[in-house]
């Protein structure tokens, strides 16, 4: 016990700030926080009792998940023995949260744990995954918000109640909304008409601000979410259950699908759409998930130390590598993401080396942003990947049917025992980048001029294939045209062509989507453009008469790169590939990568993570991976073949 029996009311408000007595057990007890009601209806004091409890035994309380909102302790918690000071975000939820007539038992971070002990805080995190899982229920606070917020919980009532209507039910709306997914795109379908009339006739506004409320951007609140037995949602004086919120989500899915509806805010609501799934997979579908799954999803939300971004995340993790990683607040969080990706690689898991996305040869310090001009702190080798940086461009691990470039051989992982900067993959370098085209403008995605350029760049790429094939036919003997639709979809493997193109339709039909979309942009190309140009009103047609291919192959295109080899083979590679890069296919990798030779002064940088030292060897060739591609003709274990034995070869990135 913290504290005394004495009844909270019947003392003195102490005004001494409240000393914390240590945890006996602090990987086996929790405090709980035991708040009373108030007073008087207008009492705005918040008085408690802190107690301990084994969780081992199941105590029974309720867990609160909210942001601290602003890092200013303003308001006070008073105990019998002392006040404890708390963020106004935090008191006035408890306010909304305490009971009239009872006490109510809850689990509070900053007042359940001491926060100015780190031993025990590392303790109690570890330990949080437990604690949410084990509450009675999780009370979401959201915050007092304002009008326009309090309009979008009407409307979110509303569309709940509707939700029927479109197809959609509590028990299993997301796996019901991808069944629809591939009707929304039939102008005929009723419900994809229904979808396209409410999503004109909704106040998305204030949707918007109801899920661009703090709480649901913050990297802590999905554990404590996802895990919970049971949910229920505050907004001031509102009371919203999870199903409520759950079918307003999977209608935002479906809007997101649609070919023509209004979408709600694509940031707000993707997020939101991650959260909300993970939580339903988790309970309803007994699903396991991996380190890599959860930090894709969630692992670029905000949070005050970059080290949560893993650290937040492994209460979610069943299965996989990354079970193992110590919770270690010493360490910087190079050395921590260096870990993560050597967790995966000497387990032969290459899936890590997909969520890299080019590289740089500085980051940014803990605390800054991505885009900072801020001291910039120690690199990352450029085969960890950055969780702090947003991906630019889809990972080729987004597909329906998987890649299979060198799944046949067994990975072959080498690691120095000096320099864990350095590790070596066994392989075959498949071709040398020749040209490369892409979109090098900064221009926003959602802007006519990007979808201009991007049509620009289709024709440019379509232009130099056809200069460079002097023959009737691909290297791999297949008919050039043929070759160039289907790369122009990926071999159709993205789950988008899938849904909206049909799941199998054959190479045939892909080169009659291509033939007939060129010939639709030169038709309506201004007659004052060249053939290199997309004019407005060749976009408008494009969009009108092929939106579905359209807007498969500009999505397919963000920060990416088409790229043409020596030997004539066309793929799409990471956004900074450039003519001179490498491309090579490691053992047991299901695509090939685009690697870049670095200079013996790129080597080693000067300042390394605390487990690092220089190589030795400085005369060895090393590379940087810049992620991963697409290279057609080599995507299904070819270079297993007799003939690549005599090229294979070890590659050393750094």
Known sequence: MDTSNTPIAETDMPITPYEYQPIDDPKGKIRILILSPPASSDDPELRCNLTTAEISDSPSYEAVSYCWGTEALTERVHLPNGTLAITKNLATGLRRLRCRDRPRHLWVDAVCINQQDDQEKGHQVAFMAQIFRNAACVLVWLGEGNAEIHAGIETIRRLAESAWKYGLSPDQPFFRALQLTEKLWDKNNGISAALLRLSRDIDDTSLNAFFAQAWFDRLWIVQEFVLASRVEIYNSHHLLSYETVLLVVALGLLFERHPTARRLSRTQIMKTIHLFKDRDNLHKDKREFDLLEGLRSHGRRLCTLDLDRVYGTLALVSKGPGLDLEIDYSINVETLFIRLALEYLKNGNLEVL??????????????????????????????????????????????????????????????????????????????????????????????????????????????????????????TGEDPKLAFARCLLLDNRLPDSWLRLGRRISPEAMLKMWEGWYECLVDYNAPSHSNM?????????????????????????????????????????????????????????????????????????????ATGQKDPNQDRERWKILGDCYLHGFMDNEVVGSEWQEKRRRFWLV
């Open 533 to 609: 140009e997309c004019s407005t009103v060749a976009l408008k047609a494009l969009v009108k008469e092929h939106w579905v291919y359209t807007s498969i192959i500009l999505n397919m295109i963000q920060w990416r790169t088409y790229i043409i080899t020596k030997s004539g083979y066309i793929g799409i590679g990471p956004g900074f590939a450039e003519a001179g890069d490498a491309i090579c296919i490691f053992d047991g990798a299901s695509t090939p990568f685009i690697l870049r030779k670095v200079s013996g002064n790129e080597l080693v940088p000067d300042e390394l993570p």
């Open 354 to 475: 997909h969520h890299i996305r080019g590289y740089s040869k500085k980051i940014p310090t803990i605390g800054t942003s991505p885009s900072s001009d801020n001291v910039l702190g120690p690199t990352l080798p450029s085969w960890v990947p950055d969780w702090r940086n947003e991906p630019r461009g889809r990972s080729l691990l987004d597909i329906t049917l998987p890649f299979l470039a060198a799944t046949k051989l067994s990975p072959k992982v080498y690691f120095e025992n000096s320099n864990t900067y350095s590790v070596g993959f066994d392989g075959v370098c498949a071709d040398m980048v020749e040209i490369s085209i892409s979109l090098t403008e900064e221009i926003p995605l959602d802007s006519t001029l990007w979808a201009q350029r991007a049509v620009e760049s289709v024709q440019l790429f379509r232009n130099a294939f056809s200069s460079r094939t002097t023959t009737n036919s691909y290297p």
